[in-house]
């Protein structure tokens, strides 16, 4: 089954008993059971339940794995991965993440004995250099959270599996449309289902796979011990939002790859990140494990003063936190999505407090470049 057939039909898609072509919200937290100690399919809905069950089946499908998992956050996702490793462990974190994943991992998972250092993945010496004997997983996002930055996943995993490392890669900006990290070697993908997967900013989720039988076991067993699952109304909704996902997809990116090559045009651009730009320093890997470039990008003005005025400036990108849905949003990482960064970590790493990144819509392409050439001139004037 093709990826955009798989979307529709992929994992359990209708359901059973009814043979409703949409699976049912089962909104219900326990079942009644045929003795004692004796469940039918399920017990309690943390533990399992029908409509979080159709999703999980379709995350795994889709991106190749063996089993999925929903959480009520992509947070609450990369927590219960995290919690597979026990003190003492270190893990090496791409030093380009969503701030809420350094924040989880310093303020929280150090605490209970976790390591880790943040490394330039595309810098191999660097990564060699930092394996130590208790590393025990490289966790990363391509494309990076705010930068764009590209990692080679095969030659990453490549690595980690000569080390006995898991692989961790978060796939929300790619999405399994345009990239399949499990194909590539990785061990486990993560997402946050709030963005593209959802789709249209009305829902909070996350999503888990592996197509190792014996990390899904781990996995499981923390969603169900730790209990952060996705509720029942709102696994419908993600798997009704990747119903379209394909059609999506391919709008946000053919939108904005013609909004970075105006912006790369603009005199009032220093520089844009994008890596479908053949001058990104991400575009040929990017070439050769996407099957598209995606809809985020972020850039930074030449007059750095002018941040504010140019994103309050705009009608149609509404300056909000989130990404992924069909409208377009603007906002500034520095003050708002990673501001839970130090500053001195952000900067060692380029996010300045100029950058600017996008969440490119679906809307019509003339309305989002007319909008954006307003308020370069509005802030020229
Ligand atoms: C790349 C990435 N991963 C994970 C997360 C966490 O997801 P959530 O907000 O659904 O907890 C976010 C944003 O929040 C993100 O941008
Ligand atoms: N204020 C929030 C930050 C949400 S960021 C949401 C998303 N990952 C993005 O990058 O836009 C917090 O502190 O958690």
Same mark, same amino acid.
């Given at each position: 089954m093709?990826?955009?057939?798989k979307m529709?039909?992929?994992?359990?898609?209708? !359901?059973?008993?009814?043979?409703?072509?949409?699976?049912?919200?089962?909104q219900?937290?326990?079942y009644?059971?045929?003795?004692?100690?004796q469940?039918?399919?399920?017990?309690?809905?943390?533990?399992g339940?029908?409509?979080?069950?159709?999703?999980?089946?379709l995350?795994?499908?889709l991106?190749?794995?063996?089993?999925?998992?929903?959480?009520?956050?992509?947070?609450?996702?990369?927590?219960?991965v995290?919690?597979?490793?026990?003190?003492?462990d270190?893990? *090496?974190?791409?030093?380009?993440v969503?701030?809420?994943?350094?924040?989880l991992m310093?303020?929280?998972?150090q605490?209970?004995?976790?390591e880790?250092?943040?490394?330039?993945?595309?810098?191999? +010496?660097?990564l060699?250099? #930092?394996? $130590?004997?208790?590393?025990?997983?490289?966790?990363?996002?391509?494309?990076?959270?705010?930068?764009m930055?590209?990692?080679?996943i095969?030659?990453l995993?490549?690595?980690?599996?000569?080390?006995n490392l898991i692989?961790?890669?978060?796939?929300?900006?790619?999405?399994?449309?345009? &990239?399949?990290?499990?194909?590539?070697g990785?061990?486990i993908?993560?997402?946050?289902?709030?963005?593209? %997967?959802?789709?249209?900013?009305?829902?909070?989720?996350?999503?888990?796979?592996t197509?190792d039988?014996?990390? #899904?076991?781990?996995?499981g067993?923390? &969603?169900?011990?730790?209990?952060?699952?996705?509720?029942?109304?709102?696994?419908?909704?993600v798997?009704r939002?990747?119903?379209?996902?394909?059609?999506?997809?391919?709008?946000h #990116?053919?939108?904005? &790859?013609k909004?970075a090559?105006?912006?790369?045009?603009?005199?009032?651009?220093? $520089?844009?990140y994008?890596?479908?730009?053949?001058?990104?320093?991400?575009?040929? *890997?990017?070439?050769?494990q996407?099957s598209?470039?995606g809809?985020?990008?972020?850039?930074?003005?030449?007059?750095?003063? $002018?941040?504010?005025?140019?994103?309050?400036s705009?009608?149609y990108?509404?300056?909000?936190?989130?990404l992924?849905?069909?409208e377009?949003?603007?906002?500034?990482?520095?003050?708002?999505?990673?501001?839970?960064?130090?500053?001195?970590?952000?900067?060692?790493v380029?996010?300045? !407090?100029g950058?600017?990144r996008? +969440?490119?819509g679906i809307?019509?392409?003339?309305d989002?470049?007319e909008? %954006?050439?307003? #308020?370069?001139?509005?802030?020229?004037?």
């Amino acid at each position: 089954m093709k990826i955009r057939t798989k979307m529709i039909h992929g994992g359990i898609s209708e !359901d059973a008993t009814s043979g409703a072509v949409s699976v049912p919200i089962y909104q219900v937290s326990t079942y009644k059971q045929e003795g004692v100690g004796q469940p039918k399919a399920y017990e309690y809905s943390r533990s399992g339940n029908p409509t979080r069950h159709a999703l999980e089946s379709l995350i795994a499908d889709l991106e190749g794995g063996v089993r999925g998992f929903a959480f009520g956050s992509g947070l609450a996702g990369i927590h219960a991965v995290l919690s597979i490793f026990k003190a003492g462990d270190h893990i *090496i974190m791409g030093n380009d993440v969503y701030g809420g994943t350094f924040r989880l991992m310093d303020k929280v998972m150090q605490n209970f004995g976790l390591e880790y250092d943040l490394v330039d993945l595309t810098d191999f +010496s660097a990564l060699n250099k #930092a394996i $130590k004997p208790t590393t025990t997983a490289l966790y990363f996002e391509t494309p990076s959270n705010p930068l764009m930055k590209i990692l080679d996943i095969r030659q990453l995993t490549e690595v980690a599996q000569e080390n006995n490392l898991i692989t961790i890669v978060d796939n929300t900006f790619a999405t399994p449309y345009f &990239q399949r990290p499990l194909s590539l070697g990785a061990d486990i993908v993560l997402h946050s289902g709030t963005k593209y %997967l959802g789709g249209h900013s009305d829902v909070v989720s996350g999503l888990v796979t592996t197509n190792d039988t014996n990390l #899904a076991e781990r996995i499981g067993f923390m &969603q169900n011990s730790i209990g952060g699952v996705l509720g029942p109304q709102d696994s419908w909704l993600v798997q009704r939002g990747i119903k379209t996902l394909a059609l999506r997809m391919e709008a946000h #990116a053919t939108n904005a &790859q013609k909004i970075a090559e105006f912006l790369e045009k603009s005199p009032q651009v220093s $520089k844009v990140y994008y890596p479908g730009l053949s001058t990104d320093s991400g575009y040929e *890997i990017a070439s050769k494990q996407m099957s598209g470039f995606g809809g985020m990008l972020s850039f930074e003005l030449q007059d750095e003063s $002018k941040v504010k005025y140019f994103v309050e400036s705009l009608k149609y990108f509404t300056l909000a936190e989130s990404l992924g849905g069909v409208e377009s949003l603007i906002e500034v990482p520095a003050v708002m999505t990673h501001a839970s960064i130090p500053k001195h970590l952000r900067e060692a790493v380029g996010i300045k !407090d100029g950058l600017i990144r996008l +969440s490119v819509g679906i809307e019509d392409i003339h309305d989002l470049l007319e909008d %954006l050439q307003t #308020a370069f001139e509005i802030i020229r004037n």
